[in-house]
């Protein structure tokens, strides 16, 4: 596994927000971008040699999460695919008499790309509940069962695991009570999941799942859907029919292309890769807790992704910390930073119930097969010069 580029003394330490391409994806792309440049649904040499591409990344992708190809539609990233998972099940339904009383579910503490699709069905008169999660951001099963019990329940989306404070859901525990209790279909947004946990589609019994490339060393813009069922999703781009129609438009051919290429490195192997980044991880938050006063890990550290750290510095801002540690020439985040940056306090660390406080002092660290021990020591060093100096501006006691 090579990295493409080498920036230099920069660190990096954002790769929940995303990923470099690897070189050897960059060479298996390359082609792609020249000679390739037949139209994949061509009828003559040019256009066979890229959907044959194609369907090779095809295999990949469904490899690395235990489907059959045909199951795997390309979308143009995670965010697209949430969208066709949710609205395209919900959306041919309409509000009618039949389903008024219709309930969707998802939980609270999903990635914008879900909350949003689900605010607009919402807005269209349906009826969506957001189940809690407890403090250390995992999902209340007890809720969940509570509300399928009750309610005419169409359709349940909760992630694999999360963007900020990489805590992993119990999908199998979540999909059996669902289908147990309901005809709903059960939507996974398993976008930062991929790659770094196993995850088989048949094992975690979900009916959709969706993917992303550039969080796995792929190129951005592409991402897939896994459809158990493809039927019972409608369109959102009607077009010329790509996709078995489930996405019509010309394919992103180069970028699918290096889509299966981080999927087949990234199954190649899946558990030796990512424990050296837990360790290194695990090192990290030790010694972070063990050298600067008064702040703490949020989310589980049990069930977490691999390469997640999430920091509670209370008496500073979260946003501060970044600049800081910007020039000292390290990448890191305060949490979500696929959104906009809009400063508004993170909706999943409020619903995991921290005070304004922890949640204005909140930092993400995510680590990637590029950083090394030096860099990690190279960042304790800078974080506890960062939280002593803003402590010390804010007056907040820093022993
Ligand atoms: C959990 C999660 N879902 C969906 C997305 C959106 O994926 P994409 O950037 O490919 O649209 C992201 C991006 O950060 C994410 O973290």
Redesign the pocket.
């Known amino acids: 596994m090579t990295l493409a580029m080498n920036q230099g003394d920069l660190i990096y330490f954002d790769n929940?927000?995303?990923t470099p391409v690897l070189s050897e994806v960059i060479q298996e792309m390359v082609p792609y971008l020249g000679n390739h440049y037949g139209n994949p649904s061509s009828q003559h040499t040019f256009g066979f040699n890229t959907s044959r591409a194609i369907e090779k990344a095809r295999r990949y992708v469904a490899y690395l999460i235990g489907s059959s190809p045909d199951e795997i539609t390309f979308t143009?990233?995670?965010?697209?695919?949430?969208n066709l998972a949710i609205k395209g099940s919900i959306s041919r339904l309409g509000i009618n008499n039949d389903n008024k009383g219709t309930v969707l579910i998802s939980s609270s503490i999903?990635?914008?790309?879900?909350l949003q699709p689900f605010n607009s069905l919402k807005a269209q008169g349906f009826n969506v509940k957001f189940v809690e999660v407890n403090r250390e951001g995992i999902v209340n099963l007890e809720s969940l069962l509570e509300i399928l019990k009750k309610d005419k329940v169409m359709l349940v989306s909760i992630?694999l695991?999360?963007?900020e404070v990489g805590t992993i859901q119990p999908i199998k525990e979540l999909t059996k009570i669902t289908h147990e209790n309901s005809n709903a279909l059960f939507h996974c947004?398993a976008?930062?999941a991929l790659g770094k946990i196993p995850i088989d589609v048949k094992h975690l019994d979900v009916d959709l799942l969706?993917l992303?490339?550039?969080?796995i060393y792929g190129p951005?813009?592409?991402?897939a859907i896994y459809t158990r069922d493809r039927d019972q999703l409608t369109p959102l781009i009607d077009g010329g029919g790509q996709e078995k129609s489930l996405r019509s438009g010309t394919e992103n051919v180069y970028g699918i292309v290096g889509f299966g290429g981080a999927c087949k490195i990234a199954s190649a192997n899946l558990n030796e890769n990512w424990s050296k980044i837990k360790k290194l991880r695990d090192y990290l938050i030790d010694r972070v807790l063990s050298t600067i006063p008064r702040c703490h890990v949020n989310g589980s550290r049990s069930q977490r992704l691999p390469n997640n750290a999430h920091f509670s510095f209370p008496g500073v801002k979260g946003e501060d910390i970044i600049v800081k540690l910007n020039e000292y020439g390290i990448a890191a985040s305060t949490g979500?930073?696929?959104s906009s940056n809009k400063a508004k306090p993170s909706h999943v660390l409020k619903a995991m119930g921290l005070s304004l406080l922890e949640i204005e002092g909140s930092l993400r660290l995510t680590l990637g097969h590029q950083n090394t021990m030096y860099e990690v020591e190279r960042v304790i060093l800078a974080l506890e010069e960062t939280i002593k100096e803003l402590r010390r501006h804010s007056g907040f006691p820093n022993n």
């Open positions: 929940a927000a995303s143009s990233g995670g965010t697209e695919a949430n999903e990635h914008d790309s879900v992630m695991a999360n963007n947004d976008v930062q969706s992303s490339s550039h969080k951005k813009g592409v991402g979500a930073a696929c």
